[in-house]
């Protein structure tokens, strides 16, 4: 079988950063909430190797990550001091790496990937602190051997709106998943990214 572990801490995605696209959508009609959440992280990295008789002076490797994540949810708790939402969907996961020699080494180019789709429950909880802070923390689990075997995700952040419509936020985010197929054939990913978030948010609805 194939094993392919990955951990990436911050320092890992600054040193190793290629690319990186992050993203989510989110509307509310009432108590309905639909969002999508897209991350895709390029990862790469260069090494001398001092192996001349094999003709090749440098391995190239590269990670490639992409994680999309629709759900659906309900508002279970809608408050002025708390708001708490149920939320179901799935997580479309993909994860390659390739290995390359430069110049080419006898044919020893090497790639594999390994890509699943995740079932998910999970749940968002807001708490308003002030007209302009807010403190949100939000969750999900999920795999359960239909996709992968399972896997969690949770993330904390706190708000500042600067307009009524825009509002900066900082946090920290961990998300782990653990897949494996079987067979001869089959292959183990043991991936866990964590690090300190930033964003801007903005509310594109007409009031």
Same mark, same amino acid.
């Given at each position: 079988?194939?094993?392919?572990?990955?951990?990436?801490?911050?320092?890992?995605?600054?040193?190793?950063?290629?690319?990186?696209?992050?993203?989510?959508?989110?509307?509310?009609?009432?108590?309905?909430?639909?969002?999508?959440?897209?991350?895709?992280?390029?990862?790469?990295?260069?090494?001398?190797?001092?192996?001349?008789?094999? *003709? $090749?002076?440098?391995? &190239?490797?590269? @990670?490639?990550?992409?994680?999309?994540? %629709?759900?659906? !949810?309900? /508002?279970?708790?809608?408050?002025?001091?708390?708001?708490?939402?149920?939320?179901?969907?799935?997580?479309?996961?993909?994860?390659?790496?390739?290995?390359?020699?430069?110049? *080419? $080494?006898?044919?020893? &180019?090497?790639? @594999?990937?390994?890509?699943?789709?995740? %079932?998910?429950? !999970?749940? /968002?909880?807001?708490?308003?602190?002030?007209?302009?802070?807010?403190?949100?923390?939000?969750?999900?689990?999920?795999?359960?051997?239909?996709?992968?075997?399972?896997?969690?995700?949770?993330?904390?952040?706190?708000?500042?709106?600067?307009?009524?419509?825009?509002?900066?936020?900082? !946090?920290? /985010?961990?998300?782990?998943?653990?897949?494996?197929?079987?067979?001869?054939?089959?292959?183990?990913?043991?991936?866990?990214?964590?690090?300190?978030?930033?964003?801007?948010?903005?509310?594109?609805?007409?009031?």
């Amino acid at each position: 079988g194939r094993n392919v572990g990955f951990r990436a801490s911050p320092a890992d995605l600054l040193s190793h950063f290629r690319l990186g696209v992050l993203g989510a959508v989110e509307a509310r009609r009432k108590r309905l909430l639909l969002s999508t959440d897209l991350m895709y992280l390029r990862l790469g990295a260069s090494n001398a190797l001092p192996f001349e008789k094999l *003709s $090749a002076i440098s391995a &190239n490797i590269t @990670a490639n990550t992409v994680l999309l994540t %629709p759900k659906i !949810g309900v /508002r279970m708790v809608d408050q002025e001091k708390l708001k708490i939402d149920f939320t179901t969907g799935f997580r479309f996961w993909y994860f390659g790496e390739n290995l390359n020699f430069s110049p *080419s $080494a006898l044919g020893l &180019n090497y790639s @594999a990937s390994q890509s699943w789709i995740s %079932p998910l429950v !999970g749940g /968002r909880i807001e708490m308003p602190l002030s007209p302009k802070v807010a403190v949100i923390i939000l969750g999900d689990v999920g795999g359960w051997g239909e996709g992968s075997q399972l896997e969690y995700q949770w993330v904390g952040v706190i708000g500042y709106k600067i307009k009524p419509k825009w509002t900066l936020q900082a !946090g920290y /985010r961990y998300l782990n998943a653990d897949y494996k197929t079987g067979g001869n054939l089959g292959g183990v990913v043991n991936l866990t990214m964590s690090g300190v978030v930033f964003g801007l948010t903005g509310n594109l609805s007409k009031e």
